[in-house]
């Protein structure tokens, strides 16, 4: 009988999606070791965080009004403090550019198992974590010997919590060490701005690491014209420098709904599928069967892009 | 000034893999620097080229092998580099990223460095734990996914790159561990030169025993149970022929949907 607790996800006054998706990641596991679902919020508006986070299933909510944004600090000082005194079996924090800004020093400072970005939780006699490696290319299990267990997991991979809930919410005082504040957030800015935004077109044609060379663009600036398409990338090509980031599609990018998606020589990273799942119709082109970017495709072409795109462009001019 | 950033070699599988139990063989696998490290060499590198007095060093774990790998890094100008190995590390099968982090944190606190820079993660097992991990047992302050970085007297002003197009500004006070994305920079070819040189650099081996480290520490509680190629759910309608029969297919899918109509 263990109790698990749940860390949520805010950003700029709003929970994140994978706040929910953690709730029923962390309810189905409390199932399984037969004991509550306890959340937490740290920072913030905690009374409209956790009025949110009372979904069916939730037993307990704990409060702590630190600081209005994110601060790693005053974070694992919190969740820290709160496992110490719920002693639970499991704390599942999300895998966010912030989760992995606290949940590894989360379980250096208790001394706990870490397991991060799991897509799938099985609690039996012992703790299972289904995690994925080599890019996507290969799913492992992963035991955990040891309890309690620290634990963090991908975004969308869980359904939300839905439904009210009646979980009793209360404050959690925590004394933070005001000299081990040693960071300070100065403010956020949106980048990518600029003469296109992408997230707004009806058809957009992207490319991918299979383009090989900066030179070989032009071809896919030619495709992009002829079909009268808005050029996209995915994350290689903006870090090469060779498009502006406000053409990146993906999680840390641009999230695009349009009605047609060609993504050209683009493997499907889980972090580009986030920023482009949405779109109605999906055409991949790429040289590997494999590509994951073929799971969520409606078409397909297993070939060379520099042999495909060039026939396309015939065909549109 | 010293900064000490942490380098793995990694393996990329290729493409028509197979799986053998729990691990893939080795006729599948090519090894390299891992690709975030390769950007915070490049950062380490920087820094050492804008100052006086800014020593390099690169710290790996890995087998004989990634002595290519840790030797890239010298050849871009890190300045001396230490290979932690060990039986007991070759034969664990898989490493929690906090068991990574205490191995590295022996080699920090003889190094004594002013600033650890590490990758954001690793593209064979994915953790994307190990610097705050190590951060944490260091008692240093850090920041996550960094994809600038300016230093100042006593601390370092970053960007931390979140999701949806955020950049998060953030100051930390040094000491500190930095987990570099890439895109922060972009990372140097090693020059002939650099790769002459490279072989003269100091590369220290130490074994756990010399970190004052129990060999037992790798048998953490995380254990490979089990390892297989995800199940495809690929539904997608596949053209099958050469270029010219494809396009012509994908021409009529687009056509139909609206593209190309004056």
Not at chain 1, 155 to 179: C, I, L, Q, R
Not at chain 1, 211 to 234: F, K, P, Q, R, V
Not at chain 1, 288 to 316: C, N, Q, T
Not at chain 2, 223 to 232: D, I
Request: aromatic share 4%; glycine share 8%; net charge negative.
């Amino acid at each position: 009988m263990s109790d698990v607790l749940v860390v949520a996800d805010h950003r700029r006054g709003e929970l994140r999606d994978v706040s929910y998706e953690l709730l029923t990641a962390g309810r189905d596991l409390a199932d399984a070791m037969g004991g509550d679902l306890h959340a937490t919020v740290v920072g913030g508006d905690v009374a409209a965080f956790a009025d949110k986070l009372d979904c069916e299933g939730v037993d307990a909510i704990h409060t702590v009004a630190e600081g209005e944004e994110f601060n790693h600090d005053v974070t694992v000082a919190a969740v820290t403090a709160l496992f110490e005194a719920l002693d639970p079996g499991a704390v599942v924090m999300p895998n966010s550019v912030n989760g992995l800004d606290y949940a590894p020093a989360v379980a250096t400072r208790l001394s706990l198992p870490l397991v991060t970005d799991a897509v799938a939780l099985d609690y039996d006699d012992g703790l299972t974590v289904t995690r994925e490696m080599y890019g996507s290319k290969v799913e492992t299990a992963v035991d955990v010997t040891s309890d309690p267990a620290a634990l963090t997991i991908r975004g969308g991979e869980w359904p939300a919590a839905e439904g009210a809930g009646d979980a009793e919410v209360s404050a959690f005082e925590v004394d933070v060490d005001e000299s081990a504040v040693r960071s300070t957030v100065r403010g956020f800015e949106e980048v990518g701005a600029g003469d296109v935004d992408i997230s707004e077109a009806e058809f957009v044609v992207s490319v991918g690491r299979g383009i090989e060379e900066e030179e070989n663009l032009e071809l896919i600036e030619e495709l992009a014209e002829a079909l009268d398409a808005t050029l996209a990338a995915s994350r290689p090509i903006v870090d090469n420098g060779w498009l502006p980031k406000n053409r990146q599609v993906g999680q840390s990018g641009k999230v695009v709904t349009p009605e047609i998606y060609l993504a050209i020589g683009i493997s499907g990273a889980v972090q580009h599928v986030a920023g482009m799942k949405g779109a109605e119709t999906i055409i991949a082109v790429n040289t590997d069967p494999d590509a994951p970017i073929f799971d969520i495709a409606d078409y397909g072409i297993v070939d060379d892009l520099f042999e495909v795109v060039p026939e396309l462009i015939e065909r549109f001019e | 000034m010293k900064v000490l950033v942490t380098v793995k070699e990694v393996a990329e599988v290729a493409d028509d893999f197979e799986i053998e139990g729990l691990s893939i063989p080795e006729t599948f696998l090519e090894y390299d620097l891992n690709e975030w490290d390769d950007y915070a060499v490049e950062a380490a590198v920087r820094i050492a080229e804008d100052r006086d007095d800014v020593e390099v060093v690169a710290v790996t774990i890995g087998p004989e092998r990634s002595e290519e790998t840790i030797r890239m890094a010298l050849a871009k100008g890190a300045d001396r580099a230490i290979r932690v190995w060990d039986d007991a590390l070759a034969e664990a099968d898989l490493l929690d990223p906090t068991t990574t982090a205490r191995i590295l944190a022996a080699v920090a606190e003889e190094e004594d460095p002013d600033l650890v820079l590490s990758g954001v993660q690793a593209a064979d097992d994915a953790f994307g734990a190990t610097g705050v991990a190590l951060a944490d047992l260091l008692d240093m302050g850090w920041a996550a996914v960094v994809n600038d970085l300016e230093l100042a007297a006593g601390e370092a002003s970053v960007r931390r790159e979140l999701e949806g197009g955020v950049e998060e500004l953030t100051t930390v006070s040094l000491p500190a561990v930095l987990t570099i994305q890439t895109g922060i920079n972009e990372p140097r070819y090693a020059s002939l030169r650099g790769i002459r040189q490279a072989q003269r650099k100091e590369l220290t081996v130490r074994i756990l025993a010399d970190l004052d480290l129990d060999p037992s520490l790798v048998d953490d509680a995380l254990t490979l149970a089990g390892m297989a190629k995800p199940e495809s759910e690929s539904d997608a309608t596949i053209f099958e022929g050469g270029a010219e029969e494809t396009a012509t297919e994908l021409e009529t899918v687009l056509r139909d949907a609206g593209v190309g109509a004056e």
